[in-house]
C-alpha cells in the first residue's frame, strides 16, 4: 500500500483589491484551520498572489506570515510549484482573473483542482450571459435586458417596474439596486456602471429567496442539497452577506454577519415545490457544464415558480462557507464537513 501523501496546493489571495485578497486568505486560513481536517493522507501547502501579481509560498496562511514571505514571479511561480510536485489544488480566490486565469494555470500545468473550470465560471461570472445559456437551455430565468457602456446605456424597451439593476460583472451586491420608480432608474444604471461596463435589468419577482446547492456524486449522479432560506425584505446587500468595519473584513466574515432569524435551513417546501427546485438547479448545473457542485440563487414567485437570479461557481470549504453549511444538514455523514471536502480532494488526486 502506498502511504505516501498526497500534496495539496492551497491558492489564495487576489490581484484585484485588497477587499478580495483578504477575502481569499480569510476563508484559506478557516479551511486550513478546520480540526478534522485529513492531516494524515494529505500534505497542505500554500500559495498567495498578491495585488501586485506577484506569489508567495508561506508555511501557513496566517497574515505576519504571508506579509514576511518571499515574492515570486509568476514565471518563478510556476516553476516552484512544479518542484513541489503537488497533486491537487484547492483555489480561494474570488476575483475575476482569480476564478478564471488563475485556474486555467493550473490546468495548463496538469493539476487537477477543485470545483469548476473556467470555462463554466467565465459563463458565470457575467450575469447577462448565465441568463442567456440558461434561458436557451431551458432554465428559468426573469425577463431581462443587458446595457452596454458606450453603446447603449439607456433602455429602450418598457421597462415595469419595480426592477433589479445591477453589474454583470460583479459579485457580492456590489452596485445592485432596487428601482421602483422610473425617475430612479438612471441613477441606478450610472451606480451599475461604476463596477462594470455591462449591466442587467431584470425583472423584480417578488417572493422567497433560496439558495440551492448542487453535488456532483462518485457515480457522476447530481445530488441536490437541503435548501437556504434568506428571510428578506426586498434584496440582500452587501452588508447582508459579509461583516466590513472601517472598509476591511472581519476575521468571520459570514459568521458575523449572521442574526437570529435571518435564515432558515432545510427551508420549508412543499414537495412539489422542492422537486420543482430541484429540476431547475440540476438542469442549470448540466447547461454550464459544472464541475464537481454549483451554487444557484432563486426567487420563488407568488405561483410557486422558480427563477434562477445568478451562478456561484466557486467554494472555499471551510466550515463557513455556504456549500459546507448546507450540507451540514444533510441527513448524509460523507457529506459533513470536512468529509465532503475530502471526498473531491480524493477525487482529484486518485
Known amino acids: 500500500m502506498n502511504l505516501e501523501k498526497k500534496r495539496i ?14 477575502l481569499g486568505v480569510t476563508y484559506c486560513r478557516q479551511c486550513y484551520e478546520c480540526p478534522d481536517l485529513d492531516r494524515e493522507q494529505f500534505e497542505y501547502f500554500f500559495a498567495i498572489v498578491h495585488t501586485d501579481a506577484t506569489w508567495s509560498f508561506p ?36 476575483c475575476m482573473e482569480g476564478v ?8 495548463n500545468m496538469g493539476i487537477p483542482f477543485v470545483g469548476n473550470k473556467e470555462r463554466a465560471i467565465l459563463k458565470a461570472v457575467d450575469k447577462g450571459i448565465t441568463k442567456e445559456t440558461l434561458k436557451n437551455g431551458g432554465v428559468q430565468v426573469p425577463k431581462g435586458i443587458i446595457l452596454v457602456q458606450g453603446k ?36 441606478a444604471i450610472e451606480h451599475a456602471f461604476h463596477y462594470s461596463k455591462r449591466i442587467l435589468i431584470d425583472q423584480y419577482i417578488a417572493g422567497r429567496e433560496i439558495r440551492v446547492a448542487v453535488l456532483e456524486e462518485n457515480d457522476g449522479s447530481l445530488t441536490t442539497l437541503p435548501k437556504l432560506e434568506y428571510f428578506v425584505d426586498e434584496i440582500r446587500t ?8 472601517d472598509g476591511k473584513l472581519t476575521e468571520n466574515p459570514q459568521a458575523d454577519v449572521k442574526q437570529e432569524g435571518d435564515r432558515q435551513c432545510p427551508a420549508s417546501l412543499t414537495p412539489e415545490l422542492e422537486r420543482r427546485i430541484d429540476e431547475q438547479a440540476q438542469k442549470a448545473h448540466k447547461v454550464l457544464k459544472c464541475t464537481h ?9 407568488e405561483n410557486d415558480q422558480p427563477y434562477i437570479l445568478e451562478a456561484c461557481l466557486f467554494c472555499s470549504f471551510s466550515p ?7 450540507a451540514d444538514k444533510s441527513d448524509r455523514e460523507d457529506l459533513m464537513h470536512p468529509n465532503m471536502f475530502h471526498m473531491f480532494l480524493h477525487r482529484i488526486t486518485s
Open 152 to 187: 447603449n446605456e439607456y433602455p429602450k424597451e418598457k421597462i415595469i417596474f419595480p426592477c433589479i439593476v445591477k453589474p454583470c460583472n460583479e459579485d457580492n451586491s456590489f452596485g445592485l439596486s432596487l428601482v421602483k420608480k422610473e425617475e430612479d432608474l438612471r441613477k
Open 320 to 326: 463557513l462557507s455556504v456549500i459546507p453549511s448546507i
Open 293 to 301: 457542485y454549483s451554487l444557484w440563487d432563486m426567487r420563488i414567485d
Open 59 to 94: 508555511e501557513t496562511p496566517d497574515k505576519m506570515v504571508i506579509s514576511k514571505s518571499s515574492r515570486y514571479s509568476e514565471k518563478d511561480a510556476i516553476k516552484k510549484i512544479l518542484d513541489l510536485k503537488i497533486d491537487g489544488m484547492v483555489p480561494h480566490m474570488f
Open 9 to 22: 496546493l492551497h491558492l489564495a489571495g487576489s490581484t484585484k483589491n485588497d477587499f478580495y485578497f483578504d
Open 100 to 107: 478564471t486565469y488563475y485556474r486555467s494555470l493550473f490546468d
Open 238 to 245: 452587501t452588508e447582508k452577506k459579509y461583516a466590513i468595519k
